[in-house]
């Protein structure tokens, strides 16, 4: 059986949209795993830790036979082989990976939380998963992509810089 999967990338440290861009092959090199639909790159305001650059953001959709536990470990596999090391939450990175969505999975592990806890607060992810799922319905908020991009307060900037 296959299952659907959204997945967030993120860089801002040497060539964000390349390392954005790499991520994306690299997972679509992945066994049991095809990308499905793939978001625009976006320049987004850095969240926290405000003296950085700004980041590169997209989101993808994908069908896969791997399990949650499997993709995720598969997804740090991946920025780890490109480099990623975690110093600090907000941070400067190489390379973020985020399952953001698992079919309509709820879950909430140790080292692991569906739907990623943080996506209706943060336009950087909300902006490329409209764009490639405005209506995916959030499993636990019980509102479309679309709907919780529009109630978002702040005024982070994220605009698109390529398609």
Known sequence: MTYKAYIGIGSNLPSPDKNCVEAIVRISALRDVTIIAKSSLYKTEPLG????????????????????????????????????????????????????????LILNQERMTLPHPEIHKRKF?????NEIAENHIHPTLKKTMKTLLQEITGDSVVEIISN
């Open 125 to 129: 992810v909300l902006a490329p998963m």
């Open 49 to 104: 830790h405000i003296d950085q650059d700004w980041f590169v953001n997209a989101a993808i959709k994908i069908e896969t036979l791997l399990n949650p536990q499997e993709l995720l470990s598969a997804l740090l596999k991946i920025e780890s082989e490109m480099g990623r090391i975690r110093k600090e939450k907000w941070g400067p990175r190489l390379i973020d990976l985020d399952l953001l969505f698992y079919d309509d």
